[in-house]
């Protein structure tokens, strides 16, 4: 018996528990190069304004999994999934909401 393939299934988005490590990575590991409020270090700033002028939510999925090929902008495929580059992308275009808040 065959069953119809019927397309991509919508990725769930990230769990509560998830969505704080992600966030904490965000902080730490992203703002080791974009700087600790993401206004720009070795990398450069990565806040709301800057990324709606940059091209918005798909310029920093595809940033953020691909990488910079050839700058210190490192690729996240293997480390975070597709749902997770895509729930990080939104809360970076967004705003990350205050610390210690979910
Ligand atoms: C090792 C340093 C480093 C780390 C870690 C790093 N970045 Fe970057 N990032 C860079 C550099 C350098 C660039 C500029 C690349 C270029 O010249 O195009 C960049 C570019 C970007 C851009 C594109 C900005 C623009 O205006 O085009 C985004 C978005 C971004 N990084 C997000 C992130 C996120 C989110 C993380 C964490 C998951 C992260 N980066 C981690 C160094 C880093």
Do not use: F, K, N
């Amino acid at each position: 018996m065959a069953l119809l393939a019927t397309g991509p299934v919508a990725a769930e988005p990230p769990s509560a528990l998830r969505q704080q490590q992600l966030l904490r990575m965000v902080r730490q590991d992203c703002g080791a190069c974009h700087g600790m409020q993401l206004t720009g270090g070795l990398g450069p700033a990565i806040t709301p304004p800057v990324l709606a002028e940059r091209g918005g939510v798909a310029l920093v999925y595809a940033t953020i999994w691909y990488g910079r090929a050839g700058t210190p902008m490192p690729p996240w495929r293997g480390l975070l999934t597709e749902a997770e580059v895509r729930w990080m992308s939104q809360r970076l275009v967004e705003g990350l909401p205050p610390e210690g808040q979910p």
